[in-house]
């Protein structure tokens, strides 16, 4: 009975907000092309997940929460094929927003990227510019985790704000 009442409450919230101007959330999608020593390791990454913004005039902040998969490239060698698992992940971003045009607007970044099936993590930093045309959100990144080595990818991704 809490766990539904406490639903109902975050279902409620996000209705009001949703009307209120300036507030938007929605599902998106993405796609990341790695980039440096990961390049020749890992295909292109797909992901989704759910964002969310506030604009203040030409400001704003932004916050997401979703999934990315790469799947790992087989290394042929002169005496053997080197197989690795995939790199899968929750990356958890906050950031801000400055619209440059009222559909054009950076982004700048920055959270952290849970491994799945580990207990490690790394530090997000990720630039971007995008198009915002009534609900629809297409963004261009460049997008790096850090721990002891970094990974970077460049990214799409495309969203439906309500």
């Known amino acids: 009975m809490k766990n539904v009442f406490l639903i109902s409450l975050l279902l409620s919230v996000f209705a009001s907000a949703a009307q209120v101007k300036g507030f938007g959330f929605g599902p998106y999608v993405e796609a990341g092309w790695p980039t440096g020593n990961y390049e020749q390791s890992l295909k ?8 969310a913004d506030i604009r203040l005039g ?13 799947a790992w490239k087989s290394i042929v060698t002169e005496n053997e094929i ?4 995939p790199l899968n992940a929750v990356p958890i971003r906050a950031g801000f927003k400055y619209r440059l045009a ?16 580990k207990r490690e993590s790394a530090l997000i930093f990720s630039p971007g510019i995008g198009v915002r045309i009534l609900g629809l959100d297409l963004q261009a990144k460049y997008e790096i985790w850090k721990r002891e080595q970094s990974f970077s990818f460049l990214g799409l991704k495309a969203g439906f704000n309500f």
């Open 44 to 51: 292109t990454g797909i992901g989704a997940g759910l964002g």
């Open 58 to 70: 030409k400001a704003g902040f932004t916050g997401s929460i979703g999934y990315m998969h790469f």
């Open 102 to 117: 009222p559909a054009l607007y950076i982004k700048l970044e920055s959270g952290v990227a849970k491994f799945t099936g």
């Open 82 to 85: 080197v197989c690795g698992g």
